[in-house]
């Protein structure tokens, strides 16, 4: 198991130190640098959902809907009650949490399929219940959504989105920090416990694993962090609407997590700076760009079974020790 | 006021009968193969624009073509994505998430698609007998009595093929027992493609059926997944009673939601049944575990 973690850590230590570096090249064009810190959110969106769905085994489809939840949230709180943006983001989080646990007792109860459906459920009513009057009446704005936010503050320096480097540090950071969160779990006894429980569910409970326990707080710690780096997109971006719960988005996602590889931890991080990299690229294409998204998940699923993590083990095989380089 | 309460039943009922139509169509996979198709509703929107492109391109204004044109198209593109997306994937270890990825892309290929084809604006479609039955103050369309005649009759004529034909047969033994189906010599594999080809062309016809009340659009799937999900899983995944009970129940609850509340609160108003049936009962109402 150390081994395990040091060899993780030191993986995760050389992504991070190539995005690291990368304003060098890229800092004074803006474009690429606000690519950059998009690739940065989602990284972290895309990790958390691969630590629910590819390591603790649930079918939650929820996660693009605690990332609206977490802005919007955080958006409302620092407007309406002035709080400063960086508390509002850890309200946000703990707004997304809570809703997370909410969400996650249900489904505890439910199986695969089910519990697809209920956090799908979330992500299909967070449409109309933002847009409604239920929506108007907290602040959303209905279907207009919120178009000022105050941007990040932190201890007096203002970050500004048109001076980006800064902003990208900060994104860094998060993301280093959530990724090293991740793998900590991942690589704790919690870990082992999701994999016996995702290996053979009455097994485990048998000797002993509390199955309700680890399901709740991987929904509670997932929506935590994905509420709270939805709650800094809020601020860097500075207008929200429901646009983002649109199936494109989703896929985008989707497609982070077939290219890194399910349950292939750091994977979400490399696979997320390809997805959004390449969609990028695509985007000229308008009304084909999603077409071509749609086929690329198809295709990937087909000829990438475990992602680029998957596929490099395949080219380098596994040591002797019977480990394998990436777990 | 009694009046619009017979209104609104009369409504739920129609829905209803359409809804079960689809649901059953989606228990049915996931009651054999327990995949899980994202792509259901996109195959709704696909029978809208099928219906819609004989329509106005090849100007035939007889519902009774349309049905014969569309149904062997969707069985047979609903039985080839089956056999080259879903199919490869069973030998995985992972598969039921992969299919959910596969079919979920799919689905906003399809979309698109339509997008990119048709167009983002609504198509209507005629409707399917002009006219309506009035009987003192209630006014009943035809249209509504034929497409709930064709819906019912749609899921008769499925019970039958279940029962009576061999291939139904083997459908019902490869949902029972897997391993023992493949024993006494059933072609599993051409079961779970033929079952989703069956499916497709449950919610094409849908499709068909329902747009000449709402409208065809690329999106317009979604809403249609969403709610034959949840009443799948109300009724039990993979029970085809279950699913006829919960379609009718839901789609009352939706007439009188949406006539009381207001359309916005019938999405809520269904989930809200779901997760307490679903908390009390996890298996839904005549759902089996396993």
Same mark, same amino acid.
């Given at each position: 198991?150390?081994?395990?973690?040091?060899?993780?850590?030191?993986?995760?230590?050389?992504?991070?130190?190539?995005?690291?570096?990368?304003?060098?090249?890229?800092?004074?064009?803006?474009?690429?640098?606000?690519?950059?810190?998009?690739?940065?959110?989602?990284?972290?969106?895309? @990790?958390?959902?691969?630590?629910?769905?590819?390591?603790?085994?649930?079918?939650?489809?929820?996660?693009?809907?605690?990332?609206?939840?977490?802005?919007?949230?955080?958006?409302?709180?620092?407007?309406?009650?002035?709080?400063?943006?960086?508390?509002?983001?850890?309200?946000?989080?703990?707004?997304?949490?809570?809703?997370?646990?909410?969400?996650?007792?249900?489904?505890?109860?439910?199986?695969?399929?089910?519990?697809?459906?209920?956090?799908?459920?979330?992500?299909?009513?967070?449409?109309?219940?933002?847009?409604?009057?239920?929506?108007?009446?907290?602040?959303?704005?209905?279907?207009?959504?919120?178009?000022?936010?105050?941007?990040?503050?932190?201890?007096?320096?203002?970050?500004?989105?048109?001076?980006?480097?800064?902003?990208?540090?900060?994104?860094?950071?998060?993301?280093?920090?959530?990724?090293?969160?991740?793998?900590?779990?991942?690589? @704790?006894?919690?870990?082992?416990?999701?994999?016996?429980?995702?290996?053979?569910?009455?097994?485990?409970?048998? $000797?002993?694993?509390?199955?309700?326990?680890?399901?709740?707080?991987?929904?509670?710690?997932?929506?935590?962090?994905?509420?709270?780096?939805?709650?800094?997109?809020?601020?860097?971006?500075?207008?929200?609407?429901?646009?983002?719960?649109?199936?494109?988005?989703?896929?985008?996602?989707?497609?982070?997590?077939?290219?890194?590889?399910?349950?292939?931890?750091?994977?979400?991080?490399?696979?997320?700076?390809?997805?959004?990299?390449?969609?990028?690229?695509?985007?000229?294409?308008?009304?084909?760009?999603?077409?071509?998204?749609?086929?690329?998940?198809?295709?990937?699923? $087909?000829?990438?079974?475990?992602?680029?993590?998957?596929?490099?083990?395949?080219?380098?095989?596994?040591?002797? @020790?019977?480990? @394998?380089?990436?777990? | 006021?009694?009046?619009?309460?017979?209104?609104?039943? #009369?409504?739920?009922?129609?829905?209803?009968? =359409? /809804?079960?139509?689809?649901?059953?169509?989606?228990?049915?996979?996931?009651?054999?193969?327990?995949?899980?198709?994202?792509?259901?509703?996109?195959? /709704?929107?696909?029978?809208?624009?099928?219906?819609?492109? #004989?329509?106005?391109?090849? =100007?035939?204004?007889?519902?009774?073509?349309?049905?014969? !044109?569309?149904?062997?198209?969707?069985? *047979?593109?609903?039985?080839?994505?089956?056999?080259? &997306?879903?199919? %490869?994937?069973?030998?995985?270890?992972?598969?039921?998430?992969?299919?959910?990825?596969?079919?979920?892309?799919?689905? &906003?290929? !399809?979309?698109?698609?339509?997008?990119?084809?048709?167009?983002?604006?609504?198509?209507?479609? +005629?409707?399917?007998?002009?006219?309506?039955?009035?009987?003192?103050?209630?006014?009943?369309? /035809?249209?509504? #009595? *034929?497409?709930?005649?064709?819906?019912?009759?749609?899921?008769?004529?499925?019970?039958?093929? !279940?029962?009576?034909?061999?291939?139904?047969?083997?459908?019902?033994?490869?949902?029972?027992? %897997?391993?023992?189906?493949?024993?006494?010599?059933? %072609?599993?594999?051409?079961?779970?493609?033929?079952?989703?080809?069956?499916?497709?062309?449950?919610?094409?016809?849908?499709?068909?059926?329902?747009?000449?009340? /709402?409208? =065809?659009? %690329?999106?317009?799937?979604?809403?249609?997944? *969403?709610?034959?999900?949840?009443?799948?899983?109300?009724?039990?995944?993979?029970?085809?009673?279950?699913?006829?009970?919960?379609?009718?129940?839901?789609?009352?609850?939706?007439?009188?939601?949406?006539?009381?509340?207001?359309?916005?609160? =019938?999405?809520?108003? !269904?989930?809200?049944?779901?997760?307490?049936?679903?908390?009390?009962? +996890?298996?839904?109402?005549?759902?089996?575990?396993?």
């Amino acid at each position: 198991m150390d081994m395990d973690w040091k060899r993780n850590s030191q993986l995760l230590m050389i992504i991070f130190g190539i995005i690291g570096i990368m304003p060098l090249f890229f800092g004074s064009t803006n474009f690429i640098m606000h690519i950059l810190i998009m690739c940065l959110i989602w990284s972290v969106v895309a @990790s958390c959902w691969d630590l629910i769905m590819g390591f603790a085994g649930i079918f939650s489809f929820g996660q693009v809907a605690f990332f609206v939840i977490g802005s919007y949230a955080s958006a409302i709180i620092s407007a309406k009650f002035s709080v400063p943006p960086i508390f509002a983001v850890i309200l946000a989080g703990f707004v997304a949490g809570f809703l997370g646990v909410l969400v996650g007792l249900p489904c505890l109860k439910l199986k695969g399929a089910y519990i697809a459906l209920v956090t799908f459920a979330v992500h299909m009513i967070l449409e109309p219940v933002l847009k409604g009057d239920i929506g108007r009446a907290i602040g959303t704005g209905g279907s207009r959504g919120i178009l000022t936010i105050a941007p990040m503050n932190i201890l007096g320096y203002t970050f500004n989105s048109s001076d980006p480097v800064p902003y990208f540090y900060l994104m860094f950071f998060l993301a280093v920090a959530s990724s090293f969160i991740i793998l900590a779990v991942i690589k @704790s006894h919690w870990g082992d416990a999701f994999l016996a429980l995702k290996d053979s569910e009455q097994f485990a409970t048998c $000797l002993g694993v509390s199955a309700f326990k680890y399901k709740l707080i991987v929904f509670a710690l997932t929506s935590f962090i994905t509420g709270m780096i939805g709650g800094f997109y809020a601020h860097y971006v500075g207008m929200l609407s429901t646009r983002m719960l649109g199936i494109d988005l989703f896929v985008t996602l989707m497609v982070i997590l077939v290219i890194g590889g399910v349950g292939k931890f750091p994977g979400a991080i490399v696979g997320s700076f390809i997805t959004i990299a390449l969609n990028e690229m695509l985007s000229p294409l308008g009304s084909y760009r999603p077409i071509i998204l749609g086929a690329m998940v198809i295709v990937l699923v $087909l000829l990438l079974p475990d992602g680029i993590v998957g596929l490099i083990q395949k080219i380098m095989p596994k040591k002797k @020790s019977g480990k @394998s380089l990436i777990a | 006021m009694f009046v619009e309460i017979i209104d609104v039943i #009369i409504s739920g009922m129609i829905n209803g009968s =359409v /809804y079960a139509l689809m649901a059953v169509g989606l228990t049915l996979i996931y009651g054999v193969s327990k995949a899980f198709n994202f792509a259901y509703g996109s195959f /709704y929107s696909m029978g809208g624009y099928l219906a819609w492109m #004989i329509f106005s391109v090849a =100007v035939i204004n007889s519902y009774f073509i349309i049905f014969i !044109l569309s149904i062997p198209v969707l069985l *047979v593109l609903g039985y080839l994505i089956e056999k080259v &997306l879903v199919a %490869p994937l069973r030998k995985r270890d992972d598969w039921e998430i992969k299919v959910m990825m596969i079919t979920l892309g799919l689905a &906003l290929l !399809l979309d698109n698609s339509y997008q990119v084809l048709f167009g983002a604006r609504m198509k209507s479609l +005629p409707s399917i007998l002009e006219g309506s039955l009035e009987i003192g103050e209630f006014i009943l369309a /035809y249209q509504d #009595i *034929v497409i709930f005649i064709l819906s019912i009759g749609g899921i008769l004529l499925f019970r039958w093929f !279940l029962n009576n034909t061999r291939t139904g047969m083997s459908v019902r033994a490869v949902a029972q027992n %897997p391993a023992g189906a493949q024993i006494v010599g059933i %072609p599993k594999e051409f079961v779970f493609s033929a079952t989703f080809a069956i499916s497709t062309v449950m919610v094409g016809t849908g499709g068909i059926l329902l747009a000449q009340k /709402y409208f =065809v659009t %690329p999106t317009g799937g979604w809403d249609i997944l *969403v709610k034959a999900w949840v009443i799948t899983a109300f009724g039990g995944m993979g029970s085809i009673k279950g699913s006829l009970y919960a379609a009718f129940i839901l789609g009352m609850l939706e007439a009188f939601v949406g006539w009381y509340f207001g359309m916005t609160w =019938v999405l809520i108003a !269904l989930f809200a049944v779901l997760l307490t049936t679903l908390a009390i009962r +996890p298996q839904g109402l005549m759902g089996k575990w396993g």
